[in-house]
């Protein structure tokens, strides 16, 4: 099968978006932390742990679109990629990632 932009395009993307959503959660980690003592706002780090992990996954999601391989784990890190600051960049991985199912091993 002939190789598109598609799945290049939604791994990057995903891995965009992964990386904003990780920047974003150590934010909300140091903001909770260092804040939460002096203003009582230290529940504000604990939203920053699951923005760091789904960053994670939509960056191991994204080299795998990149890389054509696992369809299914491209797709999750693409999801992933949708939760979060970046959420535009994840409807578009997705779309990408659908339209290019054909040409992943």
Do not use: H, Q, Y
């Amino acid at each position: 099968m002939e190789r598109t932009w598609k799945p290049t395009a939604a791994g990057v993307l995903s891995i965009t978006g992964g990386a904003i959503n990780v920047i974003w959660g150590i934010g909300f980690t140091l903001i909770g932390g260092l804040a939460g003592g002096f203003f009582g706002i230290g529940w504000l780090g604990a939203l920053g742990t699951p923005a760091i992990i789904l960053g994670i996954i939509a960056i191991v999601g994204g080299i795998f679109a990149l890389r054509r391989r696992t369809w299914g784990l491209a797709l999750v890190g693409s999801i992933c990629a949708l939760i979060g600051p970046a959420g535009l960049l994840g409807i578009f991985a997705i779309i990408f990632v659908s339209m290019g199912k054909g040409e992943f091993e």
